[in-house]
T-cell receptor, first 112, second 114 residues
Framework: QQQVKQSPQSLIVQKGGISIINCAYE??????FPWYQQFPGKGPALLIA?????SEKKEGRFTISFNKSAKQFSLHIMDSQPGDSATYFC???????????FGTGTRLKVLA | NAGVTQTPKFRVLKTGQSMTLLCAQD?????MYWYRQDPGMGLRLIHY???????AKGEVPDGYNVSRLKKQNFLLGLESAAPSQTSVYFC?????????????FGDGTRLSIL
């Protein structure tokens, strides 16, 4: 069974701090790694995504770091804000399969 | 823009009852998916469809059936509900099957089986 292991399960960060969520995978056929953000009562929404041919992708305060050799990728939220409080899911997918394998989620709380 | 709309938003069923969850998308997407979300388990794919009239099994298909009679609609059926099917169900759609075409999610149906 293909798996994506996500940690930590929950995270509390002070306003202005850096939030870091990590994911690890086993299947080297994965070639697209999106992160989804989910607010309570809502469905997940695509936040940022990366392909393994780059080591980092930044969009505003959100950065994905990718380590192909270690088969790990992480989401960094700089200058975390209370509005970032949500559950974050990493995922991995292989081209042509259209089947996303999701991590178990990280519940982030940013304290004001 | 409605995007992906799921109905109903909440439902309570008794064990053995049947029901259908409806998903509708207005983005002309070819691909549609049904997931269930359980605490500590992330999102697990139940069934998916790569086009009108097609369906396929995902990771956890047992106890569920689906139909895609119209391109914009994807129905998830529970023929005989069981307490283990208590979950939040999400429908998603995507333009195509390429991995860089993101999946767009509805806001979920919260289903409790007593």
């Amino acid at each position: 069974q293909q798996q994506v292991k996500q940690s930590p399960q929950s995270l509390i960060v002070q306003k202005g701090g850096i939030s870091i969520i990590n994911c690890a995978y086993e299947n080297t056929a994965f070639d697209y790694f999106p992160w989804y953000q989910q607010f309570p009562g809502k469905g997940p929404a695509l936040l940022i995504a990366i392909r393994p041919d780059v080591s980092e992708k930044k969009e505003g305060r959100f950065t994905i770091s990718f380590n192909k050799s270690a088969k790990q990728f992480s989401l960094h939220i700089m200058d975390s804000q209370p509005g970032d409080s949500a559950t974050y899911f990493c995922a991995a997918v292989t081209s042509g399969t259209y089947k996303y394998i999701f991590g178990t989620g990280t519940r982030l709380k940013v304290l004001a | 823009n409605a995007g992906v709309t799921q109905t109903p938003k909440f439902r309570v069923l008794k064990t053995g009852q049947s029901m259908t969850l409806l998903c509708a998308q207005d983005m002309n997407h070819e691909y549609m998916y049904w997931y269930r979300q359980d605490p500590g388990m992330g999102l697990r794919l139940i069934h998916y469809s790569v086009g009108e009239g097609t369906t396929a099994k995902g990771e956890v298909p047992d106890g569920y059936n689906v139909s895609r009679l119209k391109k914009q609609n994807f129905l998830l059926g529970l023929e005989s509900a069981a307490p283990s099917q208590t979950s939040v169900y999400f429908c998603a759609s995507s333009y195509g099957g390429y991995s860089n075409q993101p999946q767009h999610f509805g806001d979920g149906t919260r289903l409790s089986i007593l």
